[in-house]
C-alpha cells in the first residue's frame, strides 16, 4: 500500500474527520450558455425563488445562521443590484450573464477592500450569486453526502446551514478564511475544518483525512479494490471526563476547564460535569438582530437558560461584541466603534443588555464580560450604567443582583498597563485578537495564519508580562490558543490556571495537562 500523502494546510476548526471526497463544480457551467431566460421579469422571479429559499432555511437553524442569512436577505433585497443588472439587460445582455457579471464585479470589489469587514463579505457575495443563478437556470444547488469532505476553493454559508453534519463528516478548502462565516459556524458546530491547502488533485470519492488540529489533510492511497477508511467520529464526540473540569498539575496545582459557548444548542449535548464552567459566551451570537438587542425580556430568558444548565457553576456572559467587522443587522454604526465602545456610544442597546443580565444573575454564578477595552475610563463607565440599572430595578422592587464585572484583554494597550484597571473583578485574555493587533494584519489576509504562528512567542512573552501586572485578580484565557495542545505547557508557564475553549477541545487540553507541572515543565518519569 501506498504512503498516504500529507498536505499542509491551516487550521480554522479543530478535530479530526475521515470520508469520502465531495469535489465542489463551478455551478451550471453548461446551463449558462444554453439559458434562454432574457428578461427583467425572470430575474425578479428568480431573485424571490432565492428568498423564499433563504427564508425556509433561516427557519431550522440557530441565532449564529441567522444572522448569516439576514445579510444575505439585505443584499438580495437591495434595489442597488437589481438595477445594475437591469442595465445589462436593458443593454442586451442575457439575464443570467447580467446577473453573474453584476455579482463577480461586486464580490472582486470586495477580495480587494483593505477593510476587513468587506472583505469577509465576499463568500456571501457568491453564495447569493450561486442561489439566483440555480434558479434561473433551473440547476438547483445541491447538497452532497452526509459524512464526506467537502473539497473546493471556499464554501457558501448557505450550503453549509442546509448540510446534516450529524454524520460527521470535514472541509478542506483551497483557499478559505478562518475568520469567514463558514468557519466561524465549523467552530461552533465541531465540524473539523482546514483552509489555505493550495490547490490540490484528488478524485471524487476518495477518502480522504481533515486533521484540524494540526492543520493537514491526508490524502489516503489505498489498494484498489480496498475497503475505504473507516470515517472517525469528530472531536466533538469524544464523552468528556465528569471531573466537573477542575484538574490538577502532576505538583498540585488547580486548573480549570471552561468552555465557550456561541449558540445556545451547543449545550445540550455537553453535561454541565464536563467543565468548570463557561468561560466565554458570545452573546452577540444569540441577540442576532436590532429587535433581539431592545428585547429585554428574550435576553433574559437567554441568559437564564445558560445558567440553569450550569447548575451553579460560573457563567462569564460577554456583552454584545458588536461594530466594526461585526455588524448587528439593523444597526448603522462607524466602522471605528465596536465592543465597548459602540456599547458606550448607544447606551440605549446597552441598558437594555444590562437589566436583562442584572435580573439574570439571581439565577445563577453570573460573571459579566466587557469587550474590546482600552482604557480603565471604559471599564468605570460602564460600572456606572450598571449602578443606575441596578437603582432603577431597585426602586421597581424587580429581583436582581448586582454580579462580576470583567474585561477581555485583547487590546495590546490594555494588556500592557493592566495594572491600571481597578475597575475589573476579573481578566480573560482574548488571543485572537490579541494576535491580529500584534502582528498588524486581519485575519483575511492570505498569511495571516502564517504570521501568527510566528507570533506565538510574541504573544506569550505579553502574556507573561501582563499575568503579572493583573496581580490577585483572577484570570484566565479564552482564546483559540487555549484550546491548542502545543501551547498549554507554556501557557501553564506563563501563569494560566484557567482556561476556556470550545468544547471539541477539552479532551486534548486534559491530555496535554496530565504529566505537567504548575510551570509547564515536565513531571519526573514522564
Not at 461594530?323 to 466602522?335: E, Q, R, T, V
Request: hydrophobic share 50%; proline share 5%.
Amino acid at each position: 500500500m501506498a504512503a498516504p500523502l500529507r498536505l499542509k494546510a491551516t487550521s480554522a476548526s479543530p478535530g479530526v474527520a475521515s470520508g469520502p471526497a465531495y469535489i465542489a463544480e463551478p455551478p451550471a457551467a453548461a446551463a449558462l450558455s444554453q439559458s434562454a431566460v432574457s428578461g427583467h421579469a425572470e430575474l425578479a422571479a428568480a431573485i424571490e425563488t432565492a428568498i423564499d429559499e433563504l427564508q425556509n432555511l433561516a427557519t431550522g437553524t440557530d441565532a449564529e445562521g441567522g444572522d448569516i442569512i439576514d445579510f444575505q436577505l439585505e443584499v438580495l433585497r437591495d434595489p442597488t443590484i437589481v438595477e445594475m443588472a437591469g442595465a445589462r439587460i436593458d443593454a442586451g445582455e442575457n439575464v443570467v450573464f447580467a446577473w453573474v457579471e453584476t455579482l463577480d464585479g461586486y464580490i472582486r470589489e470586495l477580495e480587494s477592500a483593505e477593510e476587513e469587514q468587506l472583505r469577509a463579505r465576499a463568500v456571501d457575495i457568491l453564495d447569493i450569486k450561486n442561489r439566483v443563478l440555480a434558479a434561473l437556470t433551473g440547476t438547483p444547488v445541491k447538497d452532497f453526502p452526509a459524512g464526506s469532505i467537502y473539497v473546493g476553493k471556499d464554501m457558501e454559508p448557505s450550503r453549509f446551514l442546509a448540510h446534516d453534519w450529524s454524520a460527521g463528516g470535514g472541509i478542506a478548502l483551497y483557499a478559505g478564511s478562518a475568520a469567514g462565516h463558514v468557519a466561524l459556524l465549523a467552530r461552533s458546530r465541531s465540524v473539523p475544518m482546514v483552509i489555505g491547502a493550495g490547490r490540490f488533485v484528488t478524485a471524487g470519492g476518495q477518502h480522504i483525512r481533515v486533521d484540524g488540529d494540526a492543520g493537514v489533510i491526508v490524502l489516503e492511497m489505498g489498494k484498489e479494490g480496498a475497503a475505504p477508511i473507516r470515517p472517525e467520529l469528530p472531536a466533538s464526540s469524544t464523552v468528556p471526563a465528569a471531573d466537573d473540569g477542575i484538574l490538577q498539575t502532576a505538583d498540585g496545582a488547580q486548573i480549570l476547564l471552561s468552555i465557550n459557548l456561541n449558540a445556545l444548542d451547543e449545550i445540550d449535548g455537553i453535561a454541565a460535569t464536563a467543565a468548570a464552567g463557561i468561560g466565554l459566551m458570545r452573546s452577540e451570537f444569540a441577540v442576532a438582530s436590532l429587535a433581539d438587542a431592545a428585547n429585554e425580556e428574550k435576553q433574559l430568558a437567554i441568559y437564564r437558560r445558560v445558567l440553569d444548565w450550569a447548575e451553579g457553576r460560573s457563567v462569564t456572559i460577554r456583552m454584545l461584541d458588536v461594530g466594526g467587522d461585526k455588524p448587528l443587522p439593523g444597526l448603522a454604526a462607524s466602522p471605528a466603534l465596536r465592543g465597548i465602545r459602540l456599547l458606550l456610544a448607544r447606551p440605549e442597546i446597552t441598558r437594555v443588555q444590562v437589566r436583562a443580565l442584572l435580573r439574570a444573575a439571581i439565577f445563577g454564578n453570573l460573571r459579566v464580560m466587557l469587550p474590546m477595552v482600552t482604557f480603565p475610563s471604559e471599564v468605570d463607565d460602564m460600572r456606572q450604567i450598571f449602578r443606575e440599572e441596578a437603582a432603577e430595578l431597585a426602586r421597581r422592587g424587580v429581583p436582581h443582583r448586582f454580579p462580576s464585572i470583567g474585561m477581555m484583554v485583547e487590546v495590546p494597550a490594555a494588556a500592557l498597563m493592566l495594572e491600571q484597571f481597578e475597575g475589573a473583578d476579573f481578566f480573560s485574555f482574548g488571543t485572537n485578537d490579541l494576535a491580529q493587533y500584534l502582528i498588524a494584519s486581519t485575519r483575511e489576509d492570505v498569511d495571516f495564519a502564517a504570521h501568527r504562528e510566528k507570533a506565538e512567542q510574541a504573544v506569550l512573552r505579553l502574556l507573561v508580562y501582563a499575568v503579572k501586572l493583573a496581580g490577585s485578580k483572577p484570570l484566565s484565557i479564552c482564546g483559540d490558543m487555549a484550546g491548542d495542545p502545543r501551547l498549554t505547557a507554556e501557557l501553564l508557564a506563563a501563569g494560566i490556571r484557567h482556561f476556556s475553549m470550545a468544547p471539541a477541545q477539552l479532551p486534548a487540553i486534559r491530555s496535554a495537562i496530565v504529566g505537567l507541572n504548575a510551570g509547564g515543565t515536565k513531571a519526573a518519569g514522564e
